[in-house]
């Protein structure tokens, strides 16, 4: 997570957003010293399947972990880096 902190830019003084539509794209906004798109969403029904076969691939991956969203619900997500670009692999729980 370090890493993905370090790539992104994050700010301490500032949380983020998302805006945009969830019934289509979203945007998650931070504030940094240098403008980037710095990840790109995917989601899974079959997490624990996808970050395997990242590993099993030596793909470059953080541990699966689970953050709260919303009101009641959770996401369970893991960043992967393939090619320079990072992806955040996540299910809605």
Avoid: Y
């Amino acid at each position: 997570m370090d890493s993905i902190n370090a790539f992104r830019g994050t700010s301490t003084s500032f949380g983020g957003f998302i805006t945009g539509s969830p019934e289509s794209r979203q945007f998650q906004i931070f504030q940094a010293a240098e403008p980037k798109i710095w990840g790109i969403a995917i989601g899974t029904r079959h997490l624990e399947r996808a970050h395997e076969r990242c590993v099993e691939r030596g793909i470059l991956c953080t541990e699966p972990a689970v953050t709260p969203w919303g009101e009641d619900g959770t996401i369970n997500f893991f960043f992967a880096e393939v090619g320079g670009i990072v992806f955040e692999v996540m299910r809605a729980g």
